[in-house]
């Protein structure tokens, strides 16, 4: 969908539909009003008859009957006018993209962002195109899924400049969001970790960052024997994923994100319960969203120095794949009994974590769908948060709330390590049932060296069963917004 920035009126505009923003109580902006009056105070009737209250992303669609330029407007609600925040206009904005797509227009405009918010057109610019994305890859009706092609903005000859700015960029991170999103909704055929190396060079190619590509012999060499694991029952090869992004001084410590890439999931020799396990291709999130933040901060050539550090593997029951009760060496040189087998992700991770201090980072953070507790305790609702700093941690839940890629801390006490504590090696890689987010990033913690390390666990927001306003059932791209926020206040 192009954006486009055009200098007008709202209602002295022609255009096929003019999105409008109507807030629930009697509080309306001017613009508004002057509609109201235009179209004889049909504004009013629909409060008074409760057709149209302006609840927080209701629509409704009005012919102008020749009374304005626009064939028809598009009333999103609001809801009260002193509880708007980003996060709800960029829901309203969702839900006017959803209004849009079911009428079938092709080419609207918008004044929906002319609320007294200082980031509401970006707001409204992502709740557009992100609402607008649609996987169908393999779908053989194309028309099936919606045809957008054209948004207008319309804002005054002062605001223009900044307006185009923003817009752009805007643009720039939701493609890396769509990107992030395209590589979760791959099914565990297409998307081996072999593709997932592919895609990483090309977005390296395309926005001139480094890249390396590290094979089963070079893993070998590196002594990853926790990674090397996890990929021992599948047919398909791993590849260890390294990218470097410079926008800053060589001086300057790089940020290291290490993404886990296991590009399905099937539990190994503790396998899943067949229930939903289709949807262990979304194992990956991680690294798309490590990837999809790389070509982001590349495209808009953020002042940071980035590290990007993406282990990927098949985690498959196969005749030689690990076992239960196996012990194997990591990078780090620690021993790890395995009692789980489902419990991989770590597995990568650590060794990805240990390779991030070769880099001597300022800071690194690690994002994976980890472990199916961290959905039992937060849902679909808010993705976990745990680490060593709590600059770091401050600083991403922060980042997260101006997102609406929300963190909520879990804690990560000493008493914690006790129960990874193995009789035979220095640790275990899974504990019982209780505190497994927690569990696993103790587990993690012994990676991270001295480095100010923050852990993401994205299992229970990587997904979305039912979709949202701005959020299409499927991959969400999480990851992606909430880490180019982090990066934009990096000093």
């Given at each position: ?7 007008d ?24 009003k ?38 028809r ?9 002193d ?6 206009l960029r ?43 649609t ?29 185009e700015?923003v ?19 791959q099914p ?67 940020v ?45 050539r953020?002042?940071?120095?980035l ?52 880099y ?32 770091l ?70 997904w ?6 701005y ?21």
């Amino acid at each position: 969908m192009r954006c486009l920035m055009l200098v007008d009126e709202p209602l002295k505009h022609s255009c096929s539909l003019l999105v409008v923003g109507m807030h629930e109580n009697g509080d309306q902006s001017a613009l508004v009003k002057a509609l109201d009056r235009k179209l004889g105070g049909a504004l009013k009737r629909l409060r008074e008859q409760h057709e149209f209250m302006g609840g927080l992303g209701r629509t409704k669609i009005m012919h102008t009957f020749g009374k304005l330029p626009a064939e028809r407007i598009l009333l999103v609600g609001l809801g009260k006018a002193d509880e708007l925040t980003p996060e709800r206009l960029r829901q309203a904005a969702g839900s006017a993209m959803q209004a849009i797509k079911q009428a079938g227009v092709r080419i609207f405009s918008s004044a929906l962002h002319q609320q007294p918010l200082k980031s509401a057109l970006q707001c409204v610019a992502e709740g557009f195109l992100l609402a607008r994305h649609t996987f169908f890859r393999y779908k053989t009706r194309k028309e099936e899924n919606g045809g957008v092609e054209e948004g207008t903005f319309l804002v005054t000859a002062s605001a223009l400049g900044r307006s185009e700015t923003v817009a752009a960029e805007t643009r720039q991170i939701c493609e890396a969001v769509c990107f992030a999103r395209d590589l979760v909704a791959q099914p565990g055929n297409v998307a081996t970790p072999e593709f997932l190396a592919d895609r990483a060079l090309e977005i390296a190619g395309k926005y001139g960052i480094k890249s390396r590509i590290l094979e089963r012999r070079e893993i070998e060499a590196e002594g990853m024997g926790a990674f090397l694991a996890v990929a021992k029952g599948s047919h398909q090869p791993p590849y260890l994923i390294l990218l470097e992004y410079r926008g800053a001084g060589i001086k300057k410590r790089p940020v290291a994100l290490v993404g886990k890439g296991v590009t399905f999931d099937s539990g190994g020799i503790s396998l899943k319960p067949r229930e939903g396990m289709e949807k262990m291709k979304n194992d990956m999130g991680g690294a798309a969203a490590v990837m999809g933040t790389f070509m982001a901060a590349a495209a808009l050539r953020l002042p940071v120095n980035l590290v990007g550090i993406i282990p990927s593997a098949e985690n498959m029951p196969g005749g030689g794949a690990c076992k239960p009760g196996d012990v194997v060496t990591s990078m780090s040189g620690q021993t790890i009994e395995i009692t789980n087998t489902d419990a991989e992700g770590r597995m990568l991770l650590c060794d990805g974590l240990h390779l991030a201090q070769r880099y001597r980072p300022s800071v690194i953070i690690d994002v994976a769908t980890l472990t199916g507790a961290c959905v039992v305790a937060l849902g679909h609702t808010a993705s976990g948060l745990m680490g060593n700093d709590d600059a770091l941690k401050r600083d991403l839940r922060r980042a997260g709330e101006a997102t609406g890629e929300r963190l909520w801390e879990l804690p990560l006490w000493d008493e914690y390590d006790d129960i990874i504590k193995s009789d035979i090696a220095d640790m275990k890689n899974a504990a019982g049932p209780h505190a497994g987010t927690i569990s696993a990033a103790c587990f993690l913690k012994k990676f991270a060296g001295s480095s100010r390390w923050a852990h993401l666990d994205i299992a229970g927001t990587a997904w979305e069963e039912r979709g949202r306003p701005y959020v299409p059932k499927g991959a969400t791209g999480v990851g992606v917004r909430l880490l180019v926020e982090y990066l934009r206040g990096i000093k």
